[in-house]
């Protein structure tokens, strides 16, 4: 029995030379070589999910890395807003061909298909399910060293799919210090943790804010604990960000490449040691 | 034809002397009588939904209203922990029995049907959809002149089983300063408009914070944009609110029933203004 074989579910009764089990490729996902899948999840929505989605896709993107965002926020799409994606997907006979943001990032959403960015979307579950599995599946995301998937909040239809049909590297939390937070991040763990998944840290945002005037540090909701948070949890603790208004209106022009922090290169620094020690090495398809 | 018949689905094929078209309502529902439903909603999470829905309580509470609240938010419930609620629901013969805060708010949220606050519940929208309707259905509201409901983020399940299946009188949205909230909450007042809902109006949250020390007035989000806002959606404007680090704390203490605040009277008697405009003046069962 081959390598192959013998981590094959039908290892032991399978009669066959040639092997059957093996996933039927998209055309799409024959063109594509994806190195990790990072979800980004917090459980409870407006942590700032999507903005640290972002920023890591920014600083990756500046570290020379090939980076691609699939928006799983089917009914609360922030994503292309906050690059500044105008530009509508096309699709061509291999697939879907995902726009690009100013430094080639490549962004998946489904604000990129609606004709009016602030059109709703009405669906049940079943069909958000679907198009979840058509973004993985039909899009051509081409050669990719990271993609990563901004979760909606909870852990209902999305992060289940995400979870039992892509192949996920390792997760990122993100909380906030309101215990509030705390308590559903702790839900979206467990949830994860379910899945057998890999915990690449915690990152604890809106930890504080500075008065422009004083500079006072306002801890403005409430004392921050996303260290603790993360010890209790048993994942590594990835460190904590601020409440940046600029961050908020460079998000708003959809300019957030242009943006700079100190404050989250450690963190990515701190992700990709995590991502380094992660033993499943695998290159995804 | 009486004016009973005029209005049903049936009229001018209906042969029947009694009508058969009567909703069976449940032993619960002939056991309650509710008088208006606000749905809380904001298509963003995080802009403090949990946070407008309890304080309305509160507020309505000490006005002497009779009020509940159904904690629609399945996957990522607050409700329970803002009140400091942790006894769990009961059924008896009629229903189930929704416990009570201690100022006598009854709350349903699945939460207080959970072993551990923080388990998560990994369920499909399909399962969701049918726990909405049982809150709606199964739960001994009792009389209430206030049933509010707090919506989860988003335009997916819980939304359209709510306004498919609930005889919402009307919405009140929340939203925050971001260009971002407002483009997810334009969607949200999109979806509810498709369901010709009344709006009771917006309010704009987490407009802007204070410093602790020189008082200065920071604007955390970006500019406040919510009336204006509200005048692009044709639905009236309710004021607006600071994020204040008082409102976490009481929050995260279960304590919101102790929360004051002068900024939320005046956006509540708007709210109680638009109601009495509202010409469905029917109790609702």
Same mark, same amino acid.
């Given at each position: ?10 290892? %032991? ?17 024959k ?9 980004? #999840?917090?459980?409870? +929505? ?11 896709a ?5 570290? %020379?890395?090939?980076? %691609?965002? /699939?928006?799983a926020?089917?009914?609360g ?19 879907v ?6 430094? +080639? ?7 990129? #298909?609606?004709e ?8 049940? %579950? ?13 899009v ?5 060293? =990271? ?18 049909? /892509?192949?996920?590297? +390792? ?10 937070? +705390? ?11 379910k899945?057998?998944?890999?915990? =690449? ?15 006072k ?19 590594? =603790? ?5 409440i ?11 300019k ?15 992700? /990709? ?8 090495e695998?290159?995804?398809?």
């Amino acid at each position: 029995m081959s390598d192959v074989c013998s981590s094959c579910s039908a290892a %032991g009764s399978c009669t066959s030379g040639s092997c059957s089990n093996e996933p039927q490729l998209s055309e799409a996902q024959k063109a594509s070589k994806i190195g990790k899948i990072i979800a980004v #999840m917090s459980g409870k +929505g407006g942590v700032g999910k999507s903005s640290v989605t972002s920023m890591l896709a920014v600083s990756l993107n500046r570290q %020379g890395y090939k980076v %691609g965002i /699939l928006d799983a926020d089917i009914t609360g799409p922030s994503i292309p807003k906050i690059f500044g994606i105008t530009e509508k997907a096309n699709v061509n006979k291999i697939g879907v061909i995902a726009p690009q943001s100013r430094n +080639g990032i490549k962004v998946m959403s489904l604000n990129l #298909m609606l004709e009016n960015e602030d059109d709703p979307v009405i669906w049940r %579950g079943a069909i958000i399910t679907q198009l979840i599995q058509q973004f993985w599946s039909d899009v051509v995301w081409g050669e990719l060293d =990271y993609l990563l998937i901004d979760m909606p909040p909870g852990t209902g239809d999305v992060p289940i799919t995400v979870f039992q049909s /892509l192949p996920v590297s +390792g997760v990122v939390m993100v909380t906030s210090p309101q215990q509030l937070a +705390g308590m559903i991040v702790r839900k979206a763990i467990k949830m994860a943790k379910k899945y057998d998944t890999t915990f =690449y840290g915690l990152i604890e945002n809106m930890a504080y804010a500075s008065c422009p005037d004083c500079h006072k540090r306002i801890e403005i909701f409430g004392t921050p604990k996303g260290a603790e948070e993360a010890k209790k949890n048993e994942i590594p =603790y990835l460190g904590q960000l601020p409440i940046d208004p600029v961050l908020s209106s460079m998000s708003d022009l959809g300019k957030i490449e242009d943006y700079q922090t100190e404050n989250f290169d450690n963190i990515v620094q701190r992700i /990709l040691e995590e991502v380094a020690k992660d033993s499943k090495e695998k290159v995804i398809n």
